[in-house]
């Protein structure tokens, strides 16, 4: 069993493309350390933004759908 995210699937036992949404978020922190280290400030400047938009919002909209689980709990549906 993966204490994560990732060990998460649907009821057909695939992913979905959230996960991919998922792969993002972990990668993208590693990008902008690298714009970082290697002096692309602008780079970094535009990464990070994008990182919390996809993270926080794109990802929170899509969970509080009608029919998914979040929206059900967080919002008694």
Known sequence: MVPSSFGITGADGHYCWFHGIAVAV???PLLAALHTRHGRINAHRRTMPGLSIGALI???????????????ILLGA
């Open 26 to 28: 972990l990668v993208m």
């Open 58 to 72: 794109i990802t929170g909209a899509f969970n509080l759908m009608p029919g998914r689980l979040p929206h059900s």
